[in-house]
């Protein structure tokens, strides 16, 4: 009896090893300014991942009644699942933070065991890593960003010059020729991305770029995907977390021959950084 019960015990602790060792990986995107959760489908990158052993476990937003949850279309259970959230994309990045928070305890609540691998493209990079300095929150081991700025870019001024400014040679209506240039609702999303822009202006002002690029990073593993083709909206020095002093020399970087929006390569590289995530964390 007493063989019996031990063979039952060993047997026991040889399962719960193995079931503990076999930890999920649960990844979620995050998209950018002037984008939402969709970006992940049209640009391929979902695509690629699907293909490639990964479940789209479905969309997460906020409103004011809470968090929401839109499971994917039932398919085969895997082990690999990744998230997508919505942000107010308009909104303040301080304000998209705490909304990408809710989102992320959701996500970390429904895998109490797993850590998260959280990858922001564009604005979502730096949204993200106002969520990555604040751990006591949040299980992230590795962030991606991609294409994002964290020097901040140019093209914030631009936007902000669009809205604020009155042609020289439209004294009066300028508003309203600016109006007919961009069209009413591209202005109206400039206008109401005010907050925003601000944010997402060139470190050196003393904006939140500037704030968040002095805050403390936790040890976890950091990895930009560049692009190197001549983005258009933000320099490639400033896609490049080994730019922002407290992180110089801790990110991995991964240069991509594409313009700024996202393409069925950033999937393949995502599946490269999350095949090596256990590596070194530097270059």
Same mark, same amino acid.
């Given at each position: 009896m ?16 193995f ?31 699907? !293909? !490639? =052993? ?6 997460v ?5 809470g ?9 085969a ?14 909104a ?14 959701f996500?970390?609540?429904?895998h +109490?065991?797993?850590d998260?691998?959280v ?5 979502? =990079?730096?949204?993200?890593?106002l ?19 964290h020097?901040g ?7 902000? !010059? ?8 439209? +004294?009066g ?7 007919t240039v ?19 202006t060139?470190?050196?002002g =003393? ?6 690029n ?9 990895h ?5 083709? =001549?983005?258009?909206?933000v ?20 240069p ?5 929006g996202?393409n ?6 995502l ?12 270059e």
């Amino acid at each position: 009896m007493g063989a019996v019960r031990f063979r039952f015990v060993l047997l026991l602790f040889i399962f719960n090893f193995f079931s503990a060792g076999a930890r999920a990986d649960v990844m979620v995107l995050v998209h950018g300014w002037a984008s939402d959760v969709d970006t992940w489908i049209h640009s391929g990158v979902a695509f690629v991942l699907l !293909n !490639n =052993g990964w479940q789209d476990a479905g969309v997460v937003t906020t409103t004011p009644g809470g968090v929401n949850y839109f499971p994917a279309y039932p398919s085969a259970d895997s082990k690999k699942k990744f998230y997508r959230v919505q942000l107010p994309s308009t909104a303040p990045l301080l304000l998209q933070a705490s909304h990408l928070t809710a989102e992320l305890v959701f996500i970390q609540n429904r895998h +109490p065991k797993e850590d998260l691998i959280v990858v922001g493209h564009s604005a979502g =990079g730096v949204i993200a890593r106002l969520v990555v300095i604040r751990p006591e929150y949040v299980r992230i081991k590795s962030l991606v960003t991609i294409a994002s700025p964290h020097l901040g870019t140019p093209a914030a001024f631009e936007g902000l !010059n669009v809205v604020e400014s009155k042609p020289f040679f439209c +004294p009066g209506p300028g508003v309203d020729f600016l109006k007919t240039v961009f069209g009413g609702s591209q202005y109206q999303y400039l206008k109401d991305s005010h907050g925003a822009m601000l944010d997402l202006t060139p470190v050196g002002g =003393g904006n939140l770029i500037d704030w968040l690029n002095q805050q403390p990073h936790p040890d976890i593993q950091y990895h930009s995907i560049i692009r190197t083709a =001549g983005d258009g909206v933000v320099p490639t020095t400033s896609q490049d977390l080994n730019q922002v002093p407290v992180l110089r020399g801790r990110a991995k970087v991964y240069p991509a021959w594409s313009s700024h929006g996202l393409n069925p390569t950033d999937g393949e590289l995502l599946l490269d950084i999350i095949d090596t995530k256990n590596n070194s964390k530097t270059e």
